[in-house]
């Protein structure tokens, strides 16, 4: 950095104005919103399990009193939540926490929890246990320096992963001291940033340029990949554009990571319009994930054949750059790319391992006996491979 450049602490934070006005009108929601008293009651009735949470420029792309505004069913509790079934932690996050904050779940990259909090609370999150007044789990690091010591420790960790909650809500100095900590670990080469900040706060980018010279300043040091979480292409605003554009100015490579998810984006014209607009916008497509078995968000899950059908179809619309994307669903055991189904007749899905948990010897390909109305692979896993 020059001397003439802001450090930090000293940038214009337009967006925390903008994230503490975003709580302000959550908490105003309940009375001010265009909504049913039943919705009200249950916008007051998640504040101890999952508090509902929209930041205010984003409220303005839904139409609340439509109950099938794909925005709105991302954001607004629904009476489905009620239902207890699920697991609030889908993919044994915390069999592979090896320090407090720290997952260490495949070889090469070390995941970072470095916050619990987000700019808004999507219905389905993976991770709304972090965010629970009622559950209260401290998954966050608590201390980065003994976290530090464990990838320092491991060579053969190659990446870092900032996640969370949203990583981006940190505050500039926060982001910057973690890249400074980061940067003395020499097998490291690569940081990815998971944020849903570009569909929700796109300011967040725009102004901040401390944040921006952080980014550029490491570019030297790490690959930074930013991976974008977009749900729906309501979401792809001027605002979220300008903020990809900025992103990829300072160096920064994004990818799309979509979670499928039914009623919000579950599709075929909904995927097929939002591969292809990040991709234009320079989001190379990575991951679809396959809804997980949250509890209070089983509402969104769809059958594994019926995803399936559903990417077949969106890839026979998009060229081969588009449809690079694979289809995964995260278990306990790892990543598996879902396949497809055995030559007809039809009688059992192929999936592949992606990323296999440390200490996991699957075979590569699994077959299972087709069940159309399957949802989800048993845990633990299998039970009995085919
Ligand atoms: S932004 Fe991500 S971590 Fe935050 S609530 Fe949504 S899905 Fe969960």
């Known amino acids: 950095m020059t001397s003439s450049t802001p450090t930090p602490s000293q940038t214009h934070l337009a967006w925390r104005e903008e994230l503490t006005a975003s709580l302000r009108?959550?908490?105003?929601?309940?009375?001010?919103?265009?909504?049913?008293?039943?919705?009200?009651?249950?916008?007051?009735?998640?504040?101890?399990?999952?508090?509902?949470?929209?930041?205010?420029?984003?409220?303005?792309?839904?139409?609340?009193?439509?109950?099938?505004?794909?925005?709105?069913?991302?954001?607004?509790?629904?009476?489905?939540?009620?239902?207890?079934?699920g697991a609030l932690d889908t993919s044994g996050e915390a069999l592979s926490t090896v320090v407090p904050g720290l997952q260490h779940k495949y070889d090469q990259t070390a995941v970072l929890i470095v916050t619990q909090a987000c700019a808004g609370h999507c219905r389905y999150c993976f991770r709304r246990r972090l965010m629970s007044k009622d559950v209260m789990?401290?998954?966050?690091?608590?201390?980065?320096?003994?976290?530090?010591?464990?990838?320092?420790?491991?060579?053969?960790?190659?990446?870092?992963?900032?996640?969370?909650?949203?990583?981006?809500?940190?505050?500039?100095?926060?982001?910057?001291?973690?890249?400074?900590?980061?940067?003395?670990?020499?097998?490291?080469?690569?940081?990815?940033?998971?944020?849903?900040?570009?569909?929700?706060?796109?300011?967040?980018?725009?102004?901040?340029?401390?944040?921006?010279?952080?980014?550029?300043?490491?570019?030297?040091?790490?690959?930074?990949?930013?991976?974008?979480?977009?749900?729906?292409?309501?979401?792809?605003?001027?605002?979220?554009?300008q903020a990809l554009a900025t992103l990829r100015e300072v160096g920064c490579i994004l990818t799309a990571q979509i979670p499928l998810m039914q009623g919000v984006n579950a599709t075929v014209d909904v995927l097929e319009q939002l591969f292809k607009r990040l991709h234009r916008l320079g989001v190379l497509p990575q991951y679809l994930f396959h809804p997980r078995p949250v509890k209070h968000a089983l509402h969104f899950q769809l059958p594994i054949v019926a995803g399936l059908q559903l990417v077949e179809a969106v890839r026979q619309r998009c060229n081969g750059s588009v449809k690079r994307f694979r289809y995964i669903l995260t278990h306990t055991d790892g990543k598996l790319e879902l396949v497809g189904l055995t030559p007809s007749p039809a009688s059992q899905l192929i999936a592949r391992w992606h990323q296999q948990r440390r200490g996991s010897h699957h075979p590569e390909i699994l077959l299972w006996p087709l069940d159309t109305q399957m949802v989800w692979l048993p845990d633990p896993f299998p039970p009995k491979p085919c």
């Not at 960790?157 to 670990?185: E, K, Y």
């Open 137 to 241: 789990v401290k998954e966050t690091i608590e201390d980065l320096q003994v976290a530090i010591a464990y990838i320092h420790a491991h060579p053969e960790i190659d990446n870092v992963l900032l996640s969370g909650g949203d990583p981006m809500v940190c505050s500039t100095q926060r982001l910057a001291n973690l890249f400074a900590a980061l940067a003395n670990i020499p097998h490291l080469w690569q940081i990815r940033i998971s944020t849903k900040l570009p569909a929700f706060l796109p300011s967040r980018f725009t102004t901040d340029p401390a944040l921006l010279q952080v980014l550029a300043q490491y570019q030297d040091r790490f690959q930074i990949i930013v991976q974008c979480h977009f749900d729906h292409p309501h979401e792809l605003t001027p605002a979220a554009e």
């Open 25 to 85: 009108f959550a908490q105003m929601a309940a009375t001010d919103l265009p909504l049913d008293p039943e919705d009200r009651d249950r916008i007051t009735a998640a504040q101890t399990h999952f508090p509902f949470l929209v930041p205010m420029d984003y409220a303005q792309l839904i139409d609340w009193q439509d109950p099938q505004d794909p925005l709105r069913q991302l954001l607004l509790p629904s009476a489905y939540e009620d239902e207890d079934q």
